[in-house]
Each structure stands twice: as C-alpha cells, then as structure tokens.
C-alpha cells in the first residue's frame, strides 16, 4: 500500500467541505486509521470547521462505522457534542433525517441534554423502528427528559412481549414521575413479583400521593413479600406517609389494620397515638389488631392519657395483656402504678393473671414500682419460682441491684436438672418471643428463640430440636422461605414445622404448605392451642 500523502487528505477535506461532497469526505476519513496522531486531529479539526448540517452525519458515520477509531480519537465525540451543543434544535432535523441509519448517538445525545423539543421526533422514531435495541434505547431517553407527552407511549411498552423494554418502560416511568405516570405504573402491577418490587422502589422514591397510596394499598397484599417490602419502604418514608396510614384503621380487614398498626409503631410518629387510642376504645373484636394496637403504643411517646393502657392488662388474651404491659412500662408513670396497684390488691384470680403477665413480659419499671407492696411479693412468688431460668436470673439481678435481695433469695425455687425437648421459635417481635420462652416453658420444652430466620438458619445446621415454629411476616427472610431452607436438611416428618401468623391468606397458607410447613396456626395462641398442634407432631 502506498504511504499516504497527509497533507493532500488534509486538503481533499478542505475541498470536500466548500462543494459539500460527503462521499469524498467519507473515503478520506476512512484512512484515519492510517495516519498518525497529528493529522488525525487536523483532519477533525478541518471537518468541525464545515457547517453544521455536513459535520454532523459526517461524524455520526465515523462513530458508526468506524468504531475502534473513534474509541482512540475522543476528539471525533467531542466535536459531535460540541456542534449539537451549539445548535441543539438541528438535533430533531437530523433526528428526522432517513439518510442518517444509526441514530444512537443523537438518540444519547437527546437524553444527556435532556432535551424536551427532541420528544416527539423520539416518539415518531420508536412508533416506526422494528429494532429492539434501538427501541430500548429511546425508551431509557424519554425516561431521562422525563417529558410527560411520552407516557402514552411508554405505557404501551409495559405490556411488551420483551421483558426488557417492560423493565425500560418501568424505569422511564418512574423518571417521569408525574401522578398519570404512577397510575400506569400501579396498573402494571400484579403479574411478576421482580417488576412488582421494582415498581414499589419507584414509588418509594416519588412518594407523591398517589405513590403513597399505592405503596399503603400494597399493605393488603395477599402475597407476603410484597406486604413486607411495603412496610419496610414506608418507614423508611417516616412521617410522610403516617396521614394515609392513619386513615387504614377506620377500614374493617383486621390484617390490614395489624400491618398499618406495625408501620405506625415502627415509624414513631406521636401524630398516631390518637387514632390507635381511639381504636382501642371501639374494642376491636380482633385479639391480634388489640395486641398490634398495644405494641405500636409500646414504641410510642405517649405524653398524655398513659393511664388508659391499665385496660389492656385485664384482656382475655394473654397476648394483648403482654403487648398492654410492655406499653405501660415504656410510658410508666405514678398514676399508672396507683392503677395498677388497685387491680391487685384484692390478689384475686384477675390479680394473680396480672401478676403472671407482668412476670413473664419483664416489664421492670412496672415491676420495680410494685415489688415494695407485701401482696404484690405475694403474688409474684406463685410465679417467680417456676419461671423460665433466664427469667428468675433476670429478676433476681434486678432485685440485687435495687436493694431486695431478701427476696432474691426466694426466687430459687427448684433446680431443673432434667434435659428438656427443645423447640425453635422464630419472630421478628421481641415481645412475641418472650411469650413464646414463658408458654414453651410452661409446656416443658427448652425455647430456642430467633429474632432474625437467618441465625436460625444457621442454628439449625448444627442442632436439630423437635420442632420449628415461625411467623410469616419477616423482613428480608419470610417464614415460607424459612421453612423451604429447613426442607433442604430435614423431610416434614423428621423436623415439623408449624406457622404461626396473624394471617389466615389462602396464598399465603398454600405457600407455606408448598414450602414444607406441616400445620398453620393463627395468633393469638395460648398454652392449651400451642400444645394441642403440638402434639399432632411429637410423640408424647
């Protein structure tokens, strides 16, 4: 091949410019390659000095064509931009322009500048193109303009036979952000848990009002993990999203109310107290939507009208006693002890109940405010005594340390020297956990609680109890994916695995099952419950 005169290419260029000969521009550049660093930047350089409606295709060409040049020669980009830059209406001629093929560049081109004007020539391109990639790619530049005129469009590419312009169009959406958007968007919704969730982050992100009520439907969810995802993403919203949820507790889905209830008390917004207040007062038939109502209190500051939780203690559920008790201790005060101390000083069978109630919640401040009454020792050391060990040594400590350790001593009781039948109890709520250790206990097995499935995952790969019972609704493990990893080690009859939830969901119920769990069981349970499913499984 014969070595390149630079000088006369340069100059073929110049020529090429002032007639407007592309072609002859073309077959120069195509030598770039060819010639060294210098020449290649004068021959850009001559190009950028043209008018604009022949540098540009001229450029487009090279990136086109001439890939592993232009990844060398930075220059031919910039110039490109720089041209666009300076004249950014020309975008939507050469947008328009048929003799231009490979639109990429300018399509990228719109999206970085953001460029609004570009919309409708984008739109004309998309409605016309037959290739995937190319449609792909306008569909994630409408996304970034954000233009409100592409929703249209792009609600159509949400039912695409591609999944991946589905994916696109999603993501498009969620940049558009508009409420017409996130209406499309919850229209979508309910066909693929991977685009459900995906769709939920984006209205976790807008949080406009109609994403905060798409997000607080999602709480009654028949599926789990998308109940679960929601909760977790509305509160992290915090504040924000507390008026919608508040609003929940005048509906009648009990599970719906529990799930609104468990946000309201992990957020901790004082502007709850009230409606949960007044939601006790109607007296909800639904023991779990009274136990969520006293948990959700327990996480709030409650600055007035503390007095009114001494109700809960009286339940006929244990449970919701329990979730009472754990509320006043974290809002104690001296008119909730005088209330208290009035329930038990007849130290009759509603005392005795109270009293083992407030043993087995470890509830200290509430404690600590009794122990100096002489019928409250009483009543305690029918308890104290058969307590679970962790229980008594807690008790005992707390009693050291403040100055009664005459009746410290009394909580000994008998020694448990026998091995006891262990038993597995998962739940993401501490307050249910202790209520499992003093009801196993009471039962006679060991509890083995777990507070995250992913310990007890693990737990479990070394130690083998009779039996696994687990919540449904946990963040990042759910219980149905908790019983499905126990299934990878151990068969339905070697390990039983009973769930435990407040829920009674057909899909929810079929999954578990499908996952391996043998038995599924509602809160609140009770000894005399627990045991009889129980000892479905295990021989006595």
Not at 46 to 52: A, I, P, Q
Not at 143 to 151: E, H, S, T, V
Not at 412 to 436: F, H, P, Q, T
Request: glycine share 4%.
């Amino acid at each position: 091949m014969a070595e390149l005169n630079t000088q006369h290419m340069i100059d073929e260029v110049r020529d090429n410019i002032q007639t407007g000969d592309t072609l002859k521009t073309k077959l120069v550049l195509a030598h770039l390659p060819d010639v060294d660093m210098k020449t290649q930047n004068r021959l850009i350089y001559e190009l950028s000095r043209g008018d604009v409606r022949f540098t540009v295709p001229i450029l487009l060409h090279l990136m086109t064509e001439h890939v592993e040049i232009v990844d060398k020669l930075p220059i031919i980009k910039e110039t490109l931009l720089s041209n666009l830059l300076a004249y950014p209406e020309l975008l939507i001629e050469f947008l328009s322009d048929p003799s231009i093929k490979d639109k990429t560049h300018l399509i990228n081109v719109a999206g970085e500048l953001r460029f609004e004007e570009a919309v409708p020539a984008l739109l004309y391109l998309v409605a016309n193109s037959q290739d995937e990639a190319e449609i792909k790619l306008i569909i994630e530049t409408l996304g970034m303009i954000g233009d409100p005129q592409a929703i249209n469009t792009l609600t159509d590419y949400l039912y695409a036979a591609n999944r991946e312009l589905i994916v696109a169009a999603i993501q498009a959406l969620g940049q558009v952000g508009t409420q017409s958007a996130m209406h499309r968007l919850a229209e979508r919704m309910g066909t693929d848990n991977e685009m459900d969730y995906m769709i939920l982050s984006i209205f976790a992100d807008v949080q406009d009002p109609v994403s905060l009520e798409k997000l607080n439907d999602t709480l009654a969810s028949h599926y789990a993990h998308m109940r679960i995802y929601a909760k977790q993403e509305l509160v992290r919203i915090g504040a924000k999203a507390v008026p919608a949820l508040i609003g929940n507790l005048l509906q009648d889905d009990p599970d719906f109310i529990i799930h609104t209830l468990n946000v309201l008390g992990d957020i901790g917004d004082e502007s709850a107290i009230m409606p949960i207040r007044k939601l006790l007062e109607k007296g909800p038939k639904d023991a779990n939507v009274r136990f969520a109502a006293y948990e959700a209190l327990a996480l709030l500051p409650l600055r007035k009208g503390a007095y009114t939780l001494t109700a809960g203690l009286t339940d006929p559920e244990d449970h919701v006693c329990v979730a009472a008790a754990r509320a006043i201790d974290q809002n104690y005060s001296e008119i909730l002890t005088a209330g208290i101390k009035n329930l038990l000083r007849s130290k009759d069978e509603e005392a005795r109940h109270i009293t083992k109630i407030i043993v087995n919640a470890q509830v200290d401040k509430v404690f600590l405010s009794l122990v100096g009454e002489d019928f409250f020792q009483e009543l305690s050391l029918i308890y104290l005594p058969h307590a679970h060990k962790d229980t008594k040594e807690h008790y005992a400590k707390l009693l050291e340390e403040n100055g009664f350790k005459d009746f410290a001593k009394k909580l000994k009781g008998d020694d448990e020297v026998e091995d006891k039948l262990k038993v597995v109890a998962v739940d993401d709520s501490r307050m249910i956990l202790s209520i499992y250790k003093a009801t196993l206990h009471e039962l006679g097995y060991e509890p083995v609680l777990f507070e995250f499935p992913a310990t007890a995952i693990e737990w479990l790969q070394k130690e083998k109890p009779v039996m696994v019972l687990t919540d449904l609704n946990m963040p990042e493990i759910t219980g149905v994916m908790l019983a499905a990893e126990i299934r990878k080690k151990y068969s339905p009859k070697e390990l039983p695995i009973i769930m435990v939830t407040t829920q009674n969901e057909v899909n929810d119920n079929d999954a578990a099952y499908a996952a391996g769990v043998n038995k599924v069981i509602q809160k609140p349970f009770n000894a005399a419950l627990l045991k009889e499913s129980m000892d479905e499984f295990l021989e006595n």
